[in-house]
C-alpha cells in the first residue's frame, strides 16, 4: 500500500477543513475557515506581533531546555552508574513527574513572578525527566567490556567518559533531547496561559477573551510548526551525529 505524501496529506486535510467549516456544520468558533485562520496568521505577520510572540515562547522554551539538559544530564551519570544513589533518587523524581504541571505553574508564577524566571522553571520541570532517563538508558546500554578496556589501555575517568561513553550513548540521549524540545515547546505555553503578556500562548488566551477562534487557531498551528521544525532539526542532528 503506498505511503500517501505529507503534503498530499496536508492539502487533503485543509479541503475537508474548509469544506466542513464553508458549509457551516460547525459554528465559526468551533471550525473556522482555514482562509480566515490563514487570514489572521497573515495579519500577525504584517504587524511585527507573529516574530514578537514567537520569539517570546522560544526564548523561554531554548532557555527551559537548556537547563534541563545540563541538570538532567549531569544527574543521570551518578544515577546511571551508582544503584543505591537510583534506589534512592527514584521516589522523588517519580513524585516531582506525578504531580500535574497545570497545578503547580500558578504556583510557580506567585513565587517567582509573570517574567521569564518563572516559565523557564516550568520548561526546565517538563523537560528535566525525558532527558535524565534517556541519558540513563543510553549509559546504562554500554558494554561493561568497553569500558574495561579503555581504562586498560590508560583512559582516565573524563577520557572514558567523553570519548567512550558519550559517544555510545548518543543516540539514546538525542532521543531525549528530540522530546524535551518538543515538550518544552507544551511548558512554555503552560506557563504563558497562566500568565503573561508575551507568546503564543498569552495569544491564545488573548484571541480566547475576544472570541477570535481565527487567531486561536493561528496561534495553535504555530506552535505545531516550530515544535514540528525543533523536532525535525534534532532529527537532522541525529543523523549527522551518528554517521560522523
Known amino acids: 500500500m503506498p505511503i500517501v505524501p505529507s503534503g498530499l496529506a496536508i492539502v487533503l486535510t485543509l479541503a475537508v477543513w474548509q469544506a466542513v467549516a464553508s458549509q457551516a456544520l460547525l459554528p465559526a468558533y468551533v471550525l473556522p475557515q482555514p482562509s480566515k485562520v490563514l487570514a489572521a496568521w497573515l495579519l500577525l505577520?504584517?504587524?511585527?506581533?507573529?516574530?514578537?510572540?514567537?520569539?517570546?515562547?522560544?526564548?523561554?522554551?531554548?532557555?527551559?531546555?537548556?537547563?534541563?539538559?545540563?541538570?538532567?544530564?549531569?544527574?543521570?551519570?551518578?544515577?546511571?552508574?551508582?544503584?543505591?544513589?537510583?534506589?534512592?533518587?527514584?521516589?522523588?523524581?517519580?513524585?516531582?513527574?506525578a504531580m500535574p504541571m497545570i497545578a503547580l505553574a500558578p504556583l510557580l508564577v506567585m513565587w517567582f513572578g509573570l517574567g521569564l524566571v518563572s516559565k523557564v522553571i516550568i520548561c526546565a520541570l517538563i523537560v528535566f525527566f525525558p532527558i535524565l532517563v534517556s541519558t540513563m538508558v543510553g549509559l546504562r546500554s554500554i558494554d561493561r567490556e568497553m569500558l574495561e578496556a579503555a581504562r586498560s589501555l590508560?583512559?582516565?575517568?573524563?577520557?572514558?567518559?567523553?570519548?567512550?561513553?558519550?559517544?555510545?550513548a548518543l543516540r539514546s540521549v538525542l532521543g531525549g533531547v528530540r522530546l524535551g524540545l518538543t515538550l518544552a515547546m507544551t511548558g512554555a505555553i503552560v506557563g504563558e496561559f497562566v500568565a503573561s503578556d508575551a507568546g503564543l500562548?498569552?495569544?491564545?488566551?488573548?484571541?480566547?477573551?475576544?472570541?477570535?477562534?481565527?487567531?486561536?487557531?493561528?496561534?495553535?498551528?504555530?506552535?505545531?510548526?516550530?515544535?514540528?521544525?525543533?523536532y525535525k532539526l534534532v532529527g537532522w542532528l541525529d543523523l549527522v551525529l551518528i554517521d560522523w
Open 45 to 97: 505577520l504584517n504587524n511585527g506581533a507573529l516574530l514578537r510572540h514567537v520569539s517570546a515562547t522560544l526564548s523561554e522554551a531554548l532557555a527551559g531546555f537548556a537547563v534541563a539538559l545540563v541538570a538532567g544530564a549531569a544527574l543521570a551519570y551518578p544515577l546511571a552508574r551508582s544503584e543505591t544513589l537510583s534506589r534512592l533518587a527514584s521516589p522523588f523524581i517519580a513524585t516531582t513527574q
Open 154 to 168: 590508560g583512559a582516565g575517568r573524563w577520557q572514558t567518559v567523553l570519548h567512550v561513553e558519550l559517544p555510545l
Open 201 to 230: 500562548g498569552f495569544l491564545m488566551v488573548l484571541s480566547r477573551t475576544n472570541f477570535d477562534a481565527s487567531m486561536v487557531f493561528a496561534a495553535a498551528l504555530t506552535v505545531a510548526a516550530v515544535s514540528t521544525l525543533l
